[in-house]
């Protein structure tokens, strides 16, 4: 993939940092993946098949899952699983694959572009798309470079956007739980009403509808792509009326969560 250039990186809709719920599983589905996909541990344990073969989940697990492969995963309820996930594309024909997994030990720069990459799709940032193609450019590099074991610099920034943004991510990895906007406020050392204009400013919502729309994305996910029934999908982000979810649901999505499944 090194000689790919950025434009040949053809991007997905199915990418996030995430808290996976304590009732979380990836079940195996009859059909094997269908594109790449970027997957990486932040936090939590776990266990991993990938075509039959077992790894154990740990912060720095990263895989890069390949068109056919078979998934499968389970966690720790009590350690749950921080990840972040990438699917992507290529239009041009491929060389040298990155190996399929293994384990980042300088874990900063590494987590620092996943990071940035969820978060370009946050607000309508500018050019996006080509900075998110060259972002997977950079971290397939990475990839390869620790295959070859070789140090990676370090960046990092801490501006008002970012703080909003982190609150955002925050917000997306943790779908299932009902945010106070002071707490939220809070965690960006902001006070309430400051951080809700910021927020919308930044964003392009507030942050009620930020987090129901949030919870309404994961929901299609687990609906999708994990194997989880309903009911399931609704104890898990914290819905205790089912009929409520499904309301909820059809109002963002125009569909029913059994049509989705």
Known sequence: MLELSPSSFV???SFAKISCEPGWKWQKREKPLANYDIFYVWSGEGELFLNGKPYKLGKGSCFLFRPGDHTSATHNPQKPLVLTY???????????VPEPYREIEDTFDFEHMLAKYVRLFLVRTYAAEIEAQLILKQLIIHLLRYERKEPVERKASNQLTESIREVANYIQQHPGIVHRVDDLGKRA????RY????FKELIGMSVQTYMIRTRIERAQHLLMHAGMNVTEVADALGYRDIFFFSRQFKQYTGKSPSEIR
């Open 189 to 192: 050392g902001l006070s309430s």
């Open 195 to 198: 951080f809700s204009i910021k």
């Open 11 to 13: 991007l997905l809709s």
């Open 86 to 96: 990438i699917h992507f594309d290529v239009s041009e024909k491929v060389g040298h």
